[in-house]
Every structure is written in structure tokens, then in C-alpha cells.
């Protein structure tokens, strides 16, 4: 029998992981969960959450060949987060001067949803559903 999945935790690489960090606490609402640096006090890990999801924050390595998405000059895909209020959300992101990628705006596939692009270049989608078992959770 094959080992059950019990997790995921999305990996993002970054240049700078402490500006990253503060980025997604500060702009985009994740909680802190804490940086990790080494001896020296260079930052070489992080973690940000929402309720019991995680996301980890990895240095870029050219050995390793991870680069974030500003470094590449594209994104290969990105995430979303539904939020109980996608127009209020969208509406303190805006403020804060983050680049938009489109408005919040009603979805064929049942939910209202916007875009941000972070300072490493990775792609960000909020969204509230408005149809389905989504919807209804």
C-alpha cells in the first residue's frame, strides 16, 4: 500500500526572504510564523501562515537553479487564497501600493477574485467564493 499524502506546503524562492516575509505579513495578511538566520544574521528561511496552511520562504540557490519569478522575468503559476471579503481585502492591498494584476471581478468558475503580483515577482490570486461547496463553507 502507498504512503497516504498528509501535507502540502508550498515552497516560494526569494531574493531578499526578510523583505518577502514582511511583504506577505504586512500587504497581503499572513501571520508571521518566524525567520530563521544563520549565526552571521543573514535570513535563510521563513515561514508565513493562514489558519493551519503554511508557507515556507526559501533563498534562491544557482546551484539548486530556484530563482523567484523577478529574477526569471516570469511566473510559472502562483496562488490562491479565499478570504471571507475579496473587496475589502483587494481594497487594503491596493492602498498599500502593491502591483495589481486585475481587479476583483465576478468568475465563470464561481468565485470573485483579484490579482497581485509580490516584490519577487510571484503571482497572487484572493478570492471569495460565490457558487458551489466552496461557497457555503
Known amino acids: 500500500m502507498p504512503p497516504v499524502l498528509t501535507d502540502i506546503i508550498p515552497v516560494l524562492?526569494?531574493?531578499?526572504?526578510?523583505?518577502?516575509h514582511d511583504f506577505l505579513v504586512s500587504v497581503l495578511g499572513f501571520t508571521s510564523a518566524g525567520l530563521e538566520r544563520t549565526p552571521a544574521g543573514a535570513v535563510v528561511h521563513a515561514e508565513v501562515r493562514t489558519g493551519d496552511r503554511r508557507i515556507w520562504l526559501h533563498v534562491s540557490s544557482q546551484t539548486a537553479r530556484l530563482e523567484p519569478p523577478s529574477i526569471l522575468g516570469a511566473a510559472g503559476g502562483g496562488l490562491v487564497v479565499y478570504v471571507t471579503d475579496v473587496d475589502a481585502?483587494?481594497?487594503?492591498?491596493?492602498?498599500?501600493?502593491?502591483?495589481?494584476?486585475?481587479?476583483?471581478?465576478?468568475?465563470?468558475?464561481?468565485?470573485?477574485?483579484?490579482?497581485?503580483?509580490?516584490?519577487?515577482?510571484?503571482?497572487?490570486?484572493f478570492a471569495t467564493p460565490t457558487a458551489g461547496p466552496a461557497a457555503s463553507a
Request: proline share 7%.
Open 89 to 125: 481585502h483587494f481594497a487594503q492591498v491596493k492602498a498599500s501600493g502593491a502591483e495589481i494584476l486585475s481587479e476583483p471581478a465576478a468568475q465563470p468558475y464561481g468565485q470573485r477574485e483579484y490579482g497581485v503580483r509580490d516584490p519577487e515577482g510571484h503571482c497572487w490570486w
Open 13 to 20: 524562492v526569494c531574493s531578499d526572504i526578510a523583505a518577502e
